[in-house]
């Protein structure tokens, strides 16, 4: 199965709390995970990833849990700013797919100040 | 970072014509080049992958004839909407990847409005 879930499908956080976007998987074949942030009218930039040989990354204030057994992966963003307002894409890559990924459907975060 | 970059952000075209999207890799060689649609609120649903020097690859229910692609270089890649229609007005948005690595840096994404 190549899909992404993603959820959930929009989320509100007051400024300095701490936002959770949670992707599960069925493919065990996917091995990069990454996160994209996206403005409006924007491309997505690329925020951080992980691959399964680790369970967790962290990139200032912006970490990825990695539950393999029960292929979910989760972006915790700390101290969320009125500045991460955007929409988060999860997506995920299989080994042997010439670098295709696969997305998720996006979380609209709004931090509220 | 790596930066990618496209080429026009916004485009008006009247329908029956056709229209030449870019996609350039300003600092990195990019080995492979995916092409994306988005529509509103809406995630992000891919076109095409394409390979420098061979034909793309294109996703089941995209129509090759409509949605050329050509991956000239290591560093840049067009598509082309052939006799654009209404439905085709979209979010488009490309991408490239380093040779030998997993990301995929995209680009500001073109708006492509048919009249």
């Known amino acids: 199965q190549q899909q992404v879930k993603q959820s959930p499908q929009s989320l509100i956080v007051q400024k300095g709390g701490i936002s959770i976007i949670n992707c599960a998987y069925e493919?065990?074949?996917?091995?990069?995970f990454p996160w994209y942030q996206q403005f409006p009218g924007k491309g997505p930039a690329l925020l951080i990833a992980?691959?399964?040989?680790?369970s967790e990354k962290k990139e200032g204030r912006f970490t990825i849990s990695f539950n393999k057994s029960a292929k979910q992966f989760s972006l915790h963003i700390m101290d969320s700013q009125p500045g991460d307002s955007a929409t988060y894409f999860c997506?995920?890559?299989?080994?042997?797919?010439?670098?295709?990924?696969?997305f998720g459907q996006g979380t609209e975060l709004s931090v509220k100040p | 970072g790596a930066v990618v970059s496209q080429h026009p952000s916004r485009v008006i075209c009247k329908s029956g014509t056709s229209v030449k999207i870019e996609c350039r890799s300003l600092?990195?060689?990019?080995?492979?080049m995916f092409w994306y649609r988005q529509f509103p609120k809406q995630s992000l649903m891919l076109m095409a992958t394409s390979n420098e020097g061979s034909k793309a690859t294109y996703e089941q229910g995209v129509e090759k004839d409509k949605f050329l692609i050509n991956h000239a270089s290591l560093t840049l890649s067009t598509l082309t909407v052939t006799s654009a229609h209404p439905e085709d007005s979209s979010f488009y948005i490309c991408s490239a990847s380093p040779a030998g690595g997993y990301e995929q840096y995209f680009g500001p994404g073109t708006r492509l409005t048919v009249t």
């Open positions: 600092d990195f060689q990019a080995t492979t």
């Open positions: 997506a995920a890559s299989p080994d042997r797919g010439g670098g295709k990924l696969i």
């Open positions: 992980i691959r399964p040989d680790v």
């Open positions: 493919n065990t074949a996917f091995d990069y």
